[in-house]
């Protein structure tokens, strides 16, 4: 199986920060790897897909790099709204496995 | 409008069965890989398996935590998934989630990812 570890595993930061959470995979995975949002109470939703892709409808403030084993999710300019839990996951094979998820709150 | 609503969820015994039911609408769901991810309370999320569409083979996948113990089957005729689970124990408590995907094709690739998720229902295992 394959093991995806994200860093951090929350972190805390302010209003207009830039934020940049990573994603390492314990193989590489080429692009297949996806980026979701969670908010307490709620089904996640997808920002990112192909490692880079922006979910439509969603902020032009979220962005994803990476290919390979490494791969980040970063936030420019953090508003209320994102402070949530973000997981990635890879697509890669079966099974499809998910990071343990980066929690990000308010400073 | 995409809409995935899980129902059947509930508290159930330790040994014990129960049937979770996804109806789907908004989208050609007879042509759409389904999955079921679930998420332990306080955890992380979890995939536990998959039924590809009639026209790619309908065959299923499963995790390892529930492969043998839990079905994954689906009646396109009512835009419905199911996820038949037995013997539960209590490692099973968690919200279960019904996910569509969806693929984008680049470069000869396709790059697969859960685009819907309903609300989630709560199965509790607990004597």
Redesign the interface.
């Known amino acids: 199986?394959i093991q995806m570890t994200q860093s951090p595993s929350s972190l805390s930061a302010s209003v207009g920060d830039r934020v940049t959470i990573t994603c390492r995979a314990s193989q590489s995975i080429?692009?297949?790897l996806?980026w979701?949002q969670?908010k307490p109470g709620?089904?996640?939703?997808?920002l990112i897909?192909?490692a880079s892709?922006l979910?439509s409808g969603v902020p032009s403030r979220f962005s994803g790099s990476g290919s390979g084993t490494d791969f980040t999710l970063t936030i420019n300019s953090l508003q209320p709204e994102d402070f949530a839990t973000y997981?990635c996951?890879q697509?890669y094979n079966?099974?499809?496995?998910?990071?343990?998820?980066a929690k990000v709150e308010i400073k | 409008e995409v809409q995935l609503v899980e129902s059947g969820g509930g508290l159930v015994k330790p040994g014990g069965s129960l049937r979770l039911s996804c109806a789907a609408s908004g989208f050609g769901f007879s042509g759409t890989w389904m999955?079921w991810v679930r998420q332990a309370p306080g955890k992380?999320?979890?995939?536990i398996g998959?039924i590809k569409s009639k026209t790619a083979g309908g065959t299923t996948?499963?995790?390892?935590p529930v492969k043998g113990r839990f079905t994954i089957s689906r009646d396109d005729s009512k835009d419905t998934l199911y996820l038949q689970m037995n013997s539960l124990t209590t490692e099973d408590t968690a919200v279960y989630?019904c996910t569509a995907e969806?693929s984008?094709y680049?470069g000869g690739?396709s790059?697969?990812?859960?685009?819907y998720?309903?609300?989630?229902t709560l199965v509790t295992v607990s004597s």
């Open positions: 199986d080429s692009s297949y996806n979701y969670q709620k089904a996640p939703k997808v897909y192909a892709s979910q997981y996951q697509s079966t099974p499809l496995t998910f990071g343990g998820g | 999955s992380g999320l979890e995939w998959r996948d499963y995790a390892a989630y969806s984008y680049s690739a790059y697969i990812y859960f685009a998720w309903g609300p989630g």
